[in-house]
């Protein structure tokens, strides 16, 4: 599938903190979040952006997507953030409390502006907003239509539970509903979901169970704090091999029944038609991406087999 990037796990490293930047080519995870808002004090708000301005002019050798998170576009740091860190070229910019879409609009112009300045191709830096107040859940599919530069919408669950003055617990009941409306609005768009951070980064079982729970509703990655929560959260997001064995199947089957000159057939005991094929296809382009299968199955052929 064009286009198809995996962002299983996307950490945060904080801006200010040389000693963490200096490791991130070394990381396995997917993409990092270089870190100028919550995870950088006040005090270093200005030395910090220009650290990580010369941290990705070094980094020349690329080997993950690199997210800068600046701040919020109404704080007196937003526009600097921009202004210092682009002519460094990240890959995109994740946009704190993206609570309205015309805030997201701004950045979208903004962006538009430095492209023109820097003369790199329009669209070339990305936007992942983060919805992490009752307000942008409520917006969520504005914001998701806010910006053809949007290629996932992140929930964040730290700020979205201060916003709704409750506590984060462990099971994380509270977080229902906004997680899901995040979700509808990411899918509507054909784009992808990515969930909030865990920050007990010693409680290994609970990072595992909450991802279980964002891949089973629909998310496709997780944002993490510590490079010890990488490997769990791919563990979680990769196909299993029953799966894909399965899915293969699926494929396989269809294909007969096309012969047959028929839409539905069974396999196992089991109807397989086509949303049972749209899901086995996805996890064919998935276990695509992580290795397992060789081949891209050609899902135009295989949907129009129906
Ligand atoms: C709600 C939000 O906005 S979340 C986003 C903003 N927050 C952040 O960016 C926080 C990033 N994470 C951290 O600062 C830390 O992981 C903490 C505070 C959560 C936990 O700290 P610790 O318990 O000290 O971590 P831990 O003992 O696992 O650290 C081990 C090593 O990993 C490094 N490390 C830990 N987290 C990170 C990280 N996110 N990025 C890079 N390196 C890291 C540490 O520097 C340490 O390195 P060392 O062995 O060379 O000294
Ligand atoms: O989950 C995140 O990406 C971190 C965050 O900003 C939040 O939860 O408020
Ligand atoms: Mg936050």
New binding site residues.
């Given amino acids: 599938m064009a286009g198809f990037k995996l962002r299983r796990s996307l950490?945060?490293?904080?801006g200010n903190m040389p000693?963490?930047l200096q490791?991130i080519p070394i990381f396995n995870c997917d993409s990092v979040i270089i870190?100028l808002?919550?995870?950088v004090p006040l005090s270093e708000k200005d030395a910090a952006r220009h650290l990580v301005k010369r941290f990705l002019m070094n980094y020349t050798d690329r080997n993950k997507e690199l997210l800068v998170r600046i701040n919020p576009l109404d704080t007196k740091w937003g526009y600097e953030d921009l202004r210092v860190v682009l002519p460094a070229m990240p890959d995109g910019i994740r946009l704190p409390k993206a609570d309205t879409p015309e805030i997201v609009e701004r950045l979208d112009t903004l962006l538009t502006e430095f492209e023109e300045e820097l003369e790199v191709e329009i669209g070339r830096f990305g936007i992942l907003p983060s919805l992490e107040s009752a307000l942008g859940v409520i917006n969520a599919v504005g914001i998701a239509n806010s910006s053809e530069r949007i290629f996932a919408l992140a929930f964040?669950a730290?700020?979205y539970t201060a916003s709704m003055e409750i506590e984060r617990s462990r099971g994380g009941e509270e977080l229902f509903n906004a997680r899901t409306r995040v979700l509808w609005a990411a899918k509507a768009k054909g784009i992808q979901a990515v969930d909030t951070?865990f920050a007990d980064?010693s409680d290994m079982e609970g990072l595992r169970a909450e991802t279980e729970l964002a891949k089973r509703l629909g998310y496709t990655g997780k944002c993490l704090?510590?490079?010890?929560q990488i490997e769990v959260v791919h563990d979680v997001f990769a196909p299993k091999a029953h799966e894909v064995e399965y899915a293969l199947q699926v494929i396989e089957a269809i294909q007969r029944a096309r012969q047959l000159g028929t839409g539905v057939i069974a396999l196992g005991g089991k109807m397989v038609d086509a949303p049972v094929v749209k899901r086995a296809a996805r996890v064919l382009r998935t276990a695509y991406a992580h290795g397992m299968v060789d081949t891209l199955i050609d899902e135009e052929a295989i949907h129009g087999a129906q």
């Fill in positions: 950490l945060y490293v904080p000693s963490m490791n870190d808002e919550d995870a964040g730290e700020d951070i980064v704090v510590n490079p010890r």
